[in-house]
């Protein structure tokens, strides 16, 4: 409320500062705690360790490596899926999609 009463009068002040300002002047400031994402409690399946950690080959394309993440834009979830080749470090392909894979 004091930082639309800031914002109205065109002064430009976050929540954390306008907490700070409200705790100056002994009024209690409750804030919106962060998101917490969840897991759904069953991992994926994991693969054998084919490369014991050897994460140095000797020659482009020899290992390739991926991994997939979610990301929320706005109010949707995407789906980013990469896959590197781990002597050149360089990205070999890509996909990104509103369906998980």
């Not at 969840?38 to 490369?51: C, D, Q």
């Not at 590197?84 to 890509?94: E, H």
Request: glycine share 6%; hydrophobic share 45%.
């Amino acid at each position: 409320m004091i930082s639309q009463h800031l914002k109205a009068q065109q002064i430009k002040v976050g929540r954390h500062l306008a907490g700070k300002l409200m705790a100056e002047a002994n009024l209690a400031s409750r804030q919106r705690r962060r998101h917490q994402y969840r897991s759904r409690g069953v991992e994926a399946f994991v693969a054998k360790n084919l490369l014991e950690r050897n994460f140095e080959p000797t020659a482009i394309n020899q290992v390739w490596c991926g991994d997939v993440t979610s990301l929320m834009v706005g109010k949707r979830w995407y789906h980013l899926a990469a896959v590197i080749d781990l002597f050149a470090r360089r990205i070999v392909g890509w996909a990104f999609s509103l369906i998980p894979a």
